[in-house]
C-alpha cells in the first residue's frame, strides 16, 4: 500500500487533475498508479505532463528515452519505473531482452545509444559534474549539444518520478522487475 493515499479513480482526483487523467487515460488506455499519485498535486501532475510531454517531441528516439530511464531507474533501485520502463521499452520502443539488460546495467548493445546511457548514468552519478571526456564521448558518438540537453532532462525527469515512486512505495501496476535483481 502507497505511504501516499491517492485517488483510485480519475473522478476522485482533485478537480484539476481530472482533464489531465482523463487525457492520459485516452493515451494509454488506463491510468496508471504514478499519474494517479502525481494528481494529488494537480500542479505537480500537469509539470510532470508537461515536460515528459515536451521531451517526447525532442529529438532522442523513443528507444533512447527509454533506454536512459531504465538505466536511471536501475541506478536508483526503483522497481517501480523498472517495471513500467521494461514494459515501455518491450512494448513500445520494442528493446530486446539482451538490450533492457544492458540498459539496466548502464550500457546498450547498440553503438550510439551505448553513449548515451553511459552519459546518462554518469550525470546521474556525478549529479551534472561529469568530466570534459565524457561531454566529448557522447559528442563522438553522434550527439550534438540540444540533444545532450535532453538526456540530462531525461535524466532529471527520471529521478523525480523514481524519488516519487520510493517515497510513496507506490504499488506496482505493470509486470513485475525487481531493481535488487539484474537480469543474468
Known amino acids: 500500500m502507497s505511504r501516499i493515499t491517492f485517488p483510485a479513480t480519475i473522478a476522485a ?5 481530472q482533464p489531465l487523467l482523463q487525457a492520459v487515460e485516452k493515451q494509454l488506455g488506463s491510468v496508471p498508479n504514478l499519474f494517479r499519485l502525481a494528481s494529488v498535486s494537480p500542479t505537480a ?3 510532470y505532463l508537461g515536460l515528459s510531454g515536451a521531451l517526447a517531441k525532442g529529438r532522442l528516439l523513443t528507444a533512447t528515452r527509454e533506454r536512459v530511464a531504465l538505466a536511471v531507474a536501475q541506478e536508483n533501485g526503483c522497481s517501480y519505473c523498472l517495471s513500467a ?6 512494448n513500445l520502443a520494442k528493446l530486446d531482452d539482451a538490450e533492457i539488460a544492458a540498459n539496466r546495467a548502464g550500457r546498450s548493445t547498440d553503438a550510439k545509444a551505448d ?3 553511459q552519459f546518462a548514468v554518469k550525470v546521474l552519478n556525478a549529479r551534472g559534474r561529469v568530466a570534459t571526456e565524457d561531454l566529448r564521448e557522447v559528442r563522438d558518438a553522434g550527439y550534438d549539444d540540444g540533444q545532450i540537453i535532453e538526456i540530462v532532462q531525461h535524466v532529471a525527469l527520471n529521478i523525480w518520478t523514481n524519488y516519487l515512486n520510493e517515497l510513496a512505495q507506490t504499488e506496482i501496476d505493470f509486470p513485475v522487475v525487481d531493481a535488487g535483481v539484474l537480469a543474468a
Open 45 to 47: 501532475l500537469q509539470g
Open 85 to 90: 520502463h521494461s514494459y515501455l521499452g518491450k
Open 115 to 117: 553513449a548515451a546511457v
Open 13 to 17: 482526483a482533485p478537480e484539476a487533475s
